[in-house]
């Protein structure tokens, strides 16, 4: 059973690094084709996706909010970091991230199989 | 990026009808080489994470019900509800994964019983 769960602070101030850990279980990041994703969601918005990493290390960011992310994998510990700098009001979301299906030399399988339940970020002064 | 659109913001279909979602990409997600569409659709309940009900835009998720089906090619999709159950209740989005990155998704419709 795939499992994940977001863990970081609730509150930020404007100007200010977030550092969101996803923690899983019930799969491998050391396994071939393996993805996570980050996603969030504005209070009543859409979905947007943030940036993602496979078990080789290949990381994708959006390309709007590239400059401010990072994402990082600990396979020892199942765990997927992703920090955002200079957090603004309007990154309030709840962030989530998700298990990525393996991908094969020909298929990429870029959708998101298993979500967590997701961490509301509040960014106000 | 490609831009998806869902079409309608909001729906309302009474129990037991046909509720019919619609995404039109703004360039094609057909891979020909694969003769696959890379499209995935998703279920959000309110307070809760979304849940993939279809991906290579008509391959049914383990377990998702077989009265939810998806259809379309290249540029135009749809996600068809049939015999609307009060569960079914949610937001819909559709998302793409041909041209990445961006993955991009649409804006989701708002699917609510008549």
């Known amino acids: 059973q795939i499992t994940l769960k977001e863990s970081g602070p609730t509150l930020v101030k404007p100007t200010q690094t977030l550092t969101l850990t996803c923690t899983f279980s019930?799969?491998?990041?050391?396994?071939?084709?393996?993805?996570v994703g980050w996603i969030r969601q504005p209070p009543g918005k859409a979905l947007e996706w943030l940036a993602l990493i496979y078990w080789d290390d290949d990381k994708r960011y959006s390309p709007s909010l590239k400059s401010r992310l990072t994402i990082s994998k600990d396979t020892s510990k199942n765990q997927v970091v992703l920090t955002m700098t200079n957090m603004d009001p309007v990154d309030t979301a709840t962030y989530y991230c998700a298990h990525i299906p393996p991908s094969t030399v020909t298929t990429s399988s870029e959708y998101f199989h298993h979500w967590g339940q997701g961490t509301l970020v509040t960014v106000s002064s | 990026d490609i831009v998806m659109t869902q079409s309608p913001d909001s729906l309302a279909v009474s129990l037991g009808e046909r509720a019919t979602i619609n995404c039109k990409s703004s360039?094609?997600?057909?891979?020909?080489?694969?003769?696959?569409?890379?499209l995935a659709w998703y279920q959000q309940k309110p307070g809760q994470p979304p849940k993939l009900l279809m991906y290579w835009a008509s391959t049914r998720e383990s377990g998702v019900p077989d009265r939810f089906s998806g259809g379309g090619s290249g540029t135009d999709f749809t996600l068809t509800i049939s015999g609307l159950q009060a569960e079914d209740v949610a937001v819909y989005y559709c998302q793409q994964y041909y041209t990445t990155p961006p993955i991009t998704f649409g804006q989701g419709t708002r699917l609510e019983i008549k």
């Open positions: 360039q094609s997600v057909l891979y020909s080489s694969n003769n696959k569409n890379y």
């Open positions: 019930g799969f491998s990041l050391s396994t071939t084709g393996v993805g």
